[in-house]
């Protein structure tokens, strides 16, 4: 005759549910931003994707310029193509004028940040706004669908 131990048992499905728990839903897609560029160079923001799944996305970013600060904003648009004001006292774009998501801001130059957030089907762009970035080039477009 087999004898069981209840205790086993509980344990065994215990340690079970606690796993099913602690396992996200689903992972985080993480998308790699690189902020390159001087003062008085051009300048650019590349990704490692330019279309992403909806969901949360985590953006690993680097600040690869050698003396620069730069930062990264998210930014949803209101569709494909359009075009940031850049205001001319400033050189930068007004931050309350467009829907800005989040941002990884005040990267010295060779440092890292990270962002997460959970982005909708939609266009997006991601932008450095700091004096003079955006018309240097730091802008770059990418696309969230649903699947």
Not at 17 to 32: G, I, R, S
Not at 51 to 75: K, L, R, Y
Not at 80 to 96: C, L
């Amino acid at each position: 005759m087999k004898t069981v131990n209840p205790f086993r048992q509980l344990f065994a499905g215990l340690t079970l549910t606690a796993m099913t728990l602690a396992a996200p839903a689903f992972a985080a897609e993480t998308v790699n931003v690189e902020l390159l560029g001087e003062r008085g160079g051009a300048m650019e923001i590349t990704l490692s994707q330019d279309s992403i799944v909806a969901g949360e996305v985590t953006f690993q970013v680097s600040n690869m310029a050698m003396d620069t600060p730069h930062e990264m904003i998210v930014v949803k648009l209101d569709g494909a193509g359009q075009q940031f004001v850049v205001d001319p006292a400033s050189e930068k774009v007004d931050e309350a004028a467009v829907n800005a998501l989040g941002e990884v801001s005040g990267l010295k130059a060779t440092e890292t940040g990270e962002l997460t957030l959970t982005l909708e089907p939609g266009d997006y762009a991601l932008i450095c706004n700091l004096k003079g970035h955006v018309t240097a080039g730091m802008v770059v477009p990418f696309t969230v669908t649903a699947g």
